[in-house]
């Protein structure tokens, strides 16, 4: 399949990079200043050295990408709240040519859903985004596979940031400031982790699950969920649930019409207490019990793993 | 990979305990014997039954499997079970405030929770290492009667929100992880 890749960053790149691994070929890379466009088959190699030489994968004014000869294109430009954009009108301009879309940004899908249903069925193209939950995690293919209608409950630790520093409080017992600028220092926590720490991040994760879960029946957005972060959990907190044989975790809930992120207690010994950066979701399903899925849940080849198993479920042009 | 049956639950176990000396010793061996974590015991001493027996309620946590063995550990020894499991307290809820909760009088917030909830606290622990006056944390453990959970917590919340305190709650939906 002939694959336009919008974003250059870690999940653009390693799209751009494994694509060929997954027999298929990038004939459009571009990133917020510029592209490089071949309907052959653009050199993946030369185009991410000239990202790291110039600052741009090219100089073909961004656009050119979307207007390129492909089959898919891939959404991996920064998340964005609201109305989405410019993600939304990438999405958008895809569908209306008939093309396929694979989202690896979770905006137009947490924010405008019922929108992107609402291209995806004047098209002939389809719309998929799993990596938008859970990384490099089957979540959203497994809930597919269930069918939405015997699900009844999803929930987990889906912030891999929010996760690392609270193992870490509670491993070593220090405090939220230190083991924050120790996350900076280890490119876990970015320079500025508001996204990740507040519950904000998780919160999208969930609204998608929420989105997926009420099929036509209602349209979540972030406003929809109540979300609170771990910024304020001193380690005293910590402390007080480990000697009571429970952890904090920063938890997405989606149950009852209701997403809510937050701290949590869990039992320290419970699949869903999770440490370092790992990821989980649990999925309560109607007639098999709860189901675990865990994994990476973040980082450019294992959410470009996730894009990449999205292409694969495409129907051939 | 979690199978329920070897997921560990919090259960309440209600006694009546005839009032003489080693009988709350006796009454816990069964539950310790058969694999059972004691989380709490609550020996209401001061409220005898109309039989002058002394109510004694047991919070531990074990299997289910293991739970159903205590029981019958329990009743092979002649105990007066009241309750068992989910019946009554079938929610034992445990949170985690913190804030200056000594500045915004912690008992204040205590009683406060106890009628807003109609849930008993029925243990406390304090951990304030940076000195009362700063930043400190609370672990409450609430008994509340089946069904009532979700108005225990939104009452929680509630209070939580008006002293500026950060709650850490249990997991709501389907409860144990």
């Given at each position: 399949m002939k694959l336009a890749v919008l974003g250059a960053g870690a999940v653009g790149r390693s799209v751009a990079e494994l694509a060929g691994d997954y027999g298929h070929t990038v004939t459009a890379l571009a990133d917020s200043s510029g592209a490089v466009v071949?309907?052959?088959?653009?050199?993946?190699?030369?185009?991410?050295?000239?990202?790291e030489a110039d600052g741009t994968v090219g100089s073909a004014r961004p656009e050119t990408a979307l207007e390129a000869e492909y089959d898919a294109l891939v959404e991996a430009t920064p998340t964005t709240l609201g109305d989405a954009e410019p993600g939304f009108g990438h999405v958008e301009a895809a569908l209306e040519r008939d093309r396929h879309v694979v989202l690896a940004n979770k905006g137009p899908v947490a924010e405008r859903y019922a929108d992107v249903r609402a291209l995806e069925r004047e098209s002939a193209g389809d719309v998929l985004f799993e990596a938008t939950v859970g990384g490099a995690m089957p979540v959203l293919?497994?809930?597919?596979?269930?069918?939405?209608?015997?699900i009844t409950a999803a929930r987990g630790v889906l912030n891999g940031t929010a996760n690392f520093i609270l193992s870490r409080m509670a491993a070593e017992g220090l405090g939220y400031e230190h083991v924050l600028a120790e996350a900076q220092d280890l490119g876990v926590a970015e320079a500025d982790p508001t996204f990740d720490v507040e519950g904000t991040d998780a919160a999208l994760k969930c609204v998608i699950v929420a989105n997926v879960l009420a099929g036509e029946r209602r349209e979540y957005t972030l406003d929809d969920a109540t979300v609170e972060g771990i910024s304020s959990i001193p380690g005293s907190a910590l402390e007080l649930a480990q000697e009571d044989g429970r952890t904090i975790r920063l938890i997405g809930e989606v149950a009852d019409g209701d997403v809510r992120v937050g701290p949590r207690l869990v039992p320290e010994n419970a699949a869903l207490s999770v440490s370092g950066t790992r990821n989980i979701v649990q999925l309560e399903t109607e007639h098999a019990g709860r189901l675990n899925i865990s994994g990476r849940g973040a980082g450019g080849p294992e959410t470009a793993s996730a894009v990449l198993a999205d292409v694969g479920r495409l129907p051939e042009a | 990979m979690s199978?329920?049956?070897?997921?560990?639950?919090?259960?309440?176990?209600?006694?009546?305990?005839?009032?003489?000396?080693?009988?709350?010793?006796?009454?816990?061996?069964?539950?310790?014997?058969n694999g059972g974590n004691l989380l709490s015991i609550f020996h209401e001493r001061g409220n005898m039954t109309p039989r002058g027996h002394i109510p004694v309620e047991v919070d531990l946590e074990a299997t289910p499997e293991r739970f159903e063995d205590i029981v019958e550990a329990l009743q092979a020894e002649n105990f007066n079970i009241i309750q068992a499991g989910?019946?009554?307290?079938?929610?034992?809820?445990?949170i985690v405030l913190s804030g200056h909760l000594v500045n915004t009088d912690l008992s204040h917030t205590l009683s406060h929770i106890q009628e807003a909830t109609e849930a008993t606290v029925t243990d406390l622990s304090l951990s304030a290492p940076e000195g009362t006056e700063d930043v400190?944390?609370?672990?409450?453990?609430?008994?509340?009667?089946?069904?009532n959970a979700d108005n225990a917590?939104?009452?929680?919340?509630?209070?939580?929100?008006?002293?500026?305190?950060?709650?850490?709650?249990?997991?709501?939906?389907?409860?144990?992880?």
């Open positions: 071949d309907g052959d088959g653009i050199d993946v190699d030369a185009a991410l050295a000239a990202k293919s497994t809930i597919d596979d269930f069918d939405p209608e015997h | 199978d329920s049956q070897d997921e560990v639950r919090a259960y309440t176990v209600r006694l009546e305990l005839v009032d003489e000396p080693g009988e709350l010793l006796r009454a816990l061996h069964p539950i310790a014997d989910a019946e009554r307290y079938s929610e034992a809820l445990t400190s944390s609370a672990r409450l453990r609430l008994a509340t009667e089946a069904g917590l939104a009452a929680v919340r509630e209070i939580a929100a008006e002293k500026e305190l950060t709650v850490v709650e249990p997991l709501t939906a389907g409860g144990d992880a």
